[in-house]
Every structure is written in C-alpha cells, then in structure tokens.
Nanobody
Framework: QVQLVESGGGLMQPGGSLRLSCAAS????????MGWYRQAPGNLRELVAT???????NYADSVKGRFTISRDNSKNTVYLQMNSLKPEDTSVYYC???????????WGQGTQVTVSS
C-alpha cells in the first residue's frame, strides 16, 4: 500500500509562484508514473503533469512553459513548481502515483491552490 501526502498549496496573487510537494510512503518501489491532476468546482478532473521514473515528462497545454514537474526518486517525492500563476489555475490539486506492473493508482487528499488578487 502507498500513501501520498501533499503540501504547498495556498493563496497567491496572479503572476506569483507556488511549489507543491507530494511524498509517497509505504511500498512504493513499484511506482513508475507520478504526477498531478487538478479539479475546479463544476469541472472534470484534468491532468496537469506527469513524470516517469526515468525523467520523461508530460504537461497539459494550459500549463506548458509555466509549470515544471520534477522528482526525487531517492525520497519518493514529486514536485510541481508553478510560476506565472493565473486565476484559472485555481483548483484543488491532487497528487497521484501509478504502479507500472499492476497498474494500481494511488491518490493524495488534495491541496487547494487559489490564485486571486
């Protein structure tokens, strides 16, 4: 079993930056992909960014050039550096991890990011 604990959300003005962290604990050696989804009220959950154990990354078009996902495999931790934040980035951000063999997915509890002046 894997547990994901997120941190780093909060309130930020437009144009500002925030950094989210997500630490995986438990039996996490089978995890390959880790990343972030977000969900705003009334919207579907959307993929923000994914990073694989080897370092390959994938981003939603809406965040390309502004957000950077990174990963420390020794700490089983994934980060999301969010720059040039916009009001439309306001959402609950969820960390996820996926095991490469079983396909089992794990989810964090979510952290609120609010971008407002």
């Amino acid at each position: 079993q894997v547990q994901l604990v997120e941190s780093g959300g909060g309130l930020m003005q437009p144009g500002g930056s925030l950094r989210l962290s997500c630490a995986a604990s438990g039996t996490s050696f089978g995890i390959n992909a880790m990343g972030w989804y977000r969900q705003a009220p009334g919207n579907l959950r959307e993929l923000v960014a994914t990073i694989w154990r080897g370092g390959n990354t994938n981003y939603a078009d809406s965040v390309k050039g502004r957000f950077t996902i990174s990963r420390d495999n020794s700490k089983n931790t994934v980060y999301l550096q969010m720059n040039s934040l916009k009001p439309e980035d306001t959402s609950v951000y969820y960390c996820y991890a996926k095991e490469s063999v079983s396909g089992t997915e794990y989810w964090g509890q979510g952290t609120q990011v609010t971008v407002s002046s």
